[in-house]
Every structure is written in structure tokens, then in C-alpha cells.
């Protein structure tokens, strides 16, 4: 009988069930979407209920089985990957105690643990030591210890998402460590929790034994238990395998095996990423995170609202394409494509910088987004081009980043993630960055990702490598325009690589003035 991988996908926006063969085909598909991040009680506060992620991978699972005929027994094994930073408290029985602390989430707190003198000197004379008490402000453990201590002291375990569906599937409390992105006491050179003299200990709350055990990406967490069975109608006794967080799966379920390929992601977060096995850190004293692949990092860039950005303006300026899509019978974003194709490459002199919340270092955490050279000629079409290219280039200027620091050219690109879908969006970022670009052959990364673990993990293929070789492969290819990346080559350099620092003064006062973002 033919095996089959099955991926538990769960992003910001939904969940998704979805069954791979050997040859990385997607051959079911089933989706539940979430409700949104709700706000509690303050503005810029995201939670969102963790028993409804249970229960959305539970009618997705369920769900899938009416849309194939493939039997339940084919299934060799299974792996989850999730949103990253996303963190649960639970007790004892991995009953969560609160709602999830999502990732969107800004609450910070200033009652933070003391780190010793030594330290501290340590970090003054390296110059980091503003970026060590963001690190402490924003770590949510942090914040349950100072404002919710009642809880915290009942708490049993402090989980990522993955880790709590992990076991909500298995009954062990266990994650991977391609998933450990988050404030958290992690060592992301040695891929471990950190040792025990570590600053980390000293800037978090939280103790090692409310930490789940790690594992690395293929490793076999358990098995599917009787309760999970039921819930989901995954058969009991199925291999639950270790994957990696939804960025790291992405990546090589887009074939980014090598340094010299550059994994681009089109999502909420929009990020450039190699992968490497050597440790490097493109912005000094901000670690590279694990990569899917066991002992490897990801070198990664990322524009936080990144393709949030495009979302927000089909909400607020897109609503005829959207009720013409819809009367038409045809899918939006072919509407937006020819939106964007309505322009010529540059925006006619529109430009945007795509930093719409605040960074750790590059940018800093007084950056705030712009968009600048509007004129009579402007339109919505332009806007929405100069997004698509403002994203662009800040990811072009990661590349660059990511060459310095690693020593590697990045000579071809791998595009994946909602945004790659659209033809336009793929041809301006090979005009931009000068290289081909080719789109995934699979629109679900991430969960081919997690099923390229499986596969190597239970040895349907050798290894990692043969894994990526044998289900991943180049979709459609885009070439750079030589006249069009000539305009964008100058507007780049010329342009958009001083917009930054030319108005960084002014968000340090916008923010000083309004309070927003938080008084620095």
C-alpha cells in the first residue's frame, strides 16, 4: 500500500489538514478558518483562545477524511507546524489556564527579573543592552509572572503552539527545536535550552522544569493517543514526528536546501531566508533560528506586517475588485494583478518603506511605515504597486545583508507564501532583486515541510536531503526584465536605501509626542 504524510498546518488565519505522497503531491486538503486574534482588554493586546486551535485541527482532521478515499491506514506518520512565538500556560493534565499570547501581540511590562552586574556591564560595553531589555519587555512569561502571579504559580508548563497541540495529539509535553522561536531561555547556536549560567535565566522567569522536552526536527515525539484518535480520527498508534515552525517547514518545502538559494515568504510576515549550517547572525547579537533541517540555521530577514500590508489595503481601498471577483466568478487577486499591471514598474515615483511596527534593530523600535512622492497622477493602483515593491525592496536589502555576513551569493530565488500566487508580485521581485524567481511548486509549503520530516524521520526517504529532493521542485519561473530592474536598480539605491535613516529622527518624535509606538 502507497504511504501517505499528513501535515497539521496551523497559521495565523487558519488550520489546515493536509495529505502528501512520497513525491511531495498534495493530494487532500482541508481548511477551518480561525476567528481572529481578539483584543483583551487593551489596544494592541492579541490572544486568542487556545482550545480553539485544538478544536479547528480536530475538524480539519475530520473533515479531511470525507474529501479522499485514500484510508486512514495509509497513513505513515504525522507532524504539526505552527505560527511562531505564539505562547500557552498550561497545568499539569496540558489544560491551558488562559487564552494563547499570539504572536501579534505587543503588551510589554517593566517588571521585569534583575540580570546580575557582570552581566550587565557585559552588555553595556557590547551596546546591546537595549536590546536585551526589549527582550526582557516583551517576553509574555515575563508578563504572566509581574501581572497574573496567581496563574503562574499554577502554571505546570510554559508551551509554544506547537508544543501544546504536540500533546494535545500524544500526551507528551514535547516541541521541536525547529520551533523555538520566541522569548525564551533557547540556545539557538547549540539548538538546546540554555545551559545553566546563561543570561537567559536571569532575564526570563520562567524555570526549566516548566519547559517541554526538545527534540530535533524527524525525531519521533510518541504516537497518537486514544483521546486524539477519537477527536480527530487520526488512527491511535500513528507516528507524531518533530517538524519545525511554519517559516522553517516553508523553506524547505520551497527546495531552499542551499545558502545560495533564497527562500522568500509572501505572508503575514514576509521574510528572505537561507539555509546554512554554518552559525551566522546577519544582524550582530540576533541569533539565526533553527532551520527544519537537524543542525542547521535559518538566516533570516523578515518584514514583520510584511504581506499583512497587502491585505489591509484590499480591506480599505479593494472593494470593487473584491464584489467583481465575486460576480464574476473568478478569484480577486486576478483583479489585483491587473491593478498592479495598470502602473508602470517604479509606482511613477511612489515609494513606500514597509516598517508598520517597530523592530528590535533593523529597524529600530521607533520605526513607523512611509509612503512618499504621492502627486496628481497617484491612484489606487499605484498604492498598491508601491506596497508590493516597498516589500520588495526591504526584502532585496536583507538578501544583501544576508550576503555580507554569510559570505554566500544568493544567485536564485524560491518564492512561496499567499502573496507568490500572484504573477505581477512574482515579476517584480525578479526585477527588483536582478534573479529569477520561481514560485513553489505547491502553494502549501509549510505543511510540505512538516511532511518532508515525516519522510526522513521514519525513513520513507534516507535523509533530509534525498527527502527535499525527491518532493520539491520549481513551479513557474520568472525572469527580470533587464529595462524594468534597470528603474528599480536606480530607485533602490538611490531612493528607498535612504528613507530609513533620513526619517528615523522624525519617528522618534512622532513617538515621543503621540506616545505611539510606546515612549522609548
Known amino acids: 500500500m502507497s504511504k501517505y504524510l499528513l501535515s497539521i498546518d496551523n497559521g495565523t488565519q487558519s488550520v489546515r489538514a493536509l495529505l502528501f505522497d512520497l513525491q511531495g503531491n498534495l493530494v487532500a486538503k482541508t481548511q477551518v478558518h480561525l476567528q481572529p486574534a481578539y483584543h483583551a482588554e487593551q489596544p494592541g493586546w492579541a490572544e486568542h483562545k487556545a482550545e480553539g486551535y485544538w478544536d479547528a485541527v480536530c475538524a480539519a482532521c475530520q473533515r479531511l477524511w470525507t474529501v479522499t478515499d485514500i484510508p486512514r491506514s495509509a497513513i505513515a506518520g504525522v507532524a504539526v507546524t505552527t505560527q511562531r512565538g505564539t505562547v500557552v500556560a498550561v497545568d499539569s493534565e496540558g489544560k491551558p489556564l488562559r487564552a494563547a499570547i499570539t504572536w501579534l501581540d505587543q503588551r510589554r511590562t517593566e ?18 543592552d537595549g536590546t536585551i531589555d526589549y527582550f526582557r519587555r516583551e517576553a509574555e512569561v515575563n508578563w504572566i509572572k509581574a501581572h497574573q502571579p496567581g496563574l503562574w504559580d499554577r502554571t505546570h508548563k510554559f508551551l509554544l503552539l506547537s508544543g501544546y497541540l504536540n500533546h494535545c495529539l500524544s500526551g507528551r509535553f514535547a516541541d521541536s527545536v525547529g520551533s523555538q522561536v520566541a522569548y525564551m531561555p533557547f540556545d539557538y547556536k547549540r539548538h538546546a535550552w540554555a545551559g545553566a549560567r546563561d543570561w537567559k535565566w536571569q532575564a526570563l522567569a520562567v524555570r526549566p522544569d516548566q519547559l517541554p522536552e526538545l527534540l530535533q526536527p524527524g525525531e519521533i515525539i510518541g504516537t497518537i493517543n486514544a483521546r486524539a484518535a477519537a477527536a480527530t480520527g487520526i488512527p491511535e498508534g500513528v507516528p507524531l514526528v518533530a517538524a519545525a515552525a511554519d517559516k522553517a517547514c516553508e523553506v524547505i518545502g520551497a527546495g531552499g536546501l542551499e545558502p545560495h538559494i533564497g527562500c522568500l515568504s509572501y505572508g503575514t510576515t514576509a521574510t528572505i531566508n537561507t539555509t546554512t549550517s554554518k552559525y551566522v547572525e546577519v544582524t550582530p547579537f540576533i541569533p539565526p533560528y533553527p532551520a527544519a533541517i537537524p543542525g542547521a540555521y535559518s538566516t533570516e530577514v523578515q518584514i514583520f506586517r510584511g504581506y499583512w500590508m497587502v491585505n489591509w489595503f484590499k480591506e480599505q481601498f479593494g472593494h470593487l475588485e473584491q464584489s467583481a471577483a465575486m460576480e464574476q466568478g473568478m478569484p480577486p487577486e486576478a483583479l489585483f494583478d491587473r491593478l498592479v499591471n495598470e502602473v508602470p ?88 532583486f536582478g534573479l529569477p524567481a520561481a514560485r513553489a511548486h505547491v502553494y502549501e509549503t509549510s505543511g510540505l515541510g512538516a511532511a518532508i520530516a515525516v519522510a526522513a524521520g521514519l525513513g520513507l526517504h534516507q535523509d533530509f536531503h534525498s527527502a527535499i529532493n525527491a518532493m520539491t521542485r520549481k513551479g513557474r519561473v ?15 539605491h538611490r531612493v528607498y536605501l535612504k528613507m530609513y535613516k533620513r526619517l528615523q529622527p ?7 509626542i503621540t506616545g505611539y509606538p510606546e515612549k522609548l
Do not use: C, N
Open 506 to 512: 522624525m519617528y522618534a518624535e512622532i513617538a515621543a
Open 345 to 432: 514598474p517604479g509606482s511613477m515615483g511612489l515609494m513606500l518603506q514597509p516598517y508598520w511596527s517597530p523592530g528590535i534593530k533593523v529597524p529600530g523600535p521607533e520605526a513607523k511605515g512611509a509612503m512618499i512622492g504621492f502627486g496628481d497622477v497617484h491612484t489606487r493602483a499605484h498604492m498598491y504597486r508601491a506596497i508590493l515593491e516597498g516589500l520588495a525592496y526591504a526584502l532585496r536589502e536583507g538578501r544583501e545583508r544576508i550576503e555580507k555576513r554569510s559570505g554566500t551569493r544568493i544567485t536564485e530565488l524560491r518564492v512561496a507564501g499567499g502573496g507568490s500566487q500572484s504573477d505581477a508580485a512574482m515579476q517584480l521581485t525578479a526585477d527588483i
Open 478 to 492: 520568472f525572469q527580470p526584465d533587464p529595462a524594468h530592474r534597470k528603474t528599480y536598480d536606480q530607485l533602490y
Open 111 to 128: 517588571q521585569v527579573p534583575p540580570i546580575g552586574p557582570l552581566w550587565t556591564a557585559a552588555f553595556k560595553l557590547a551596546g546591546v
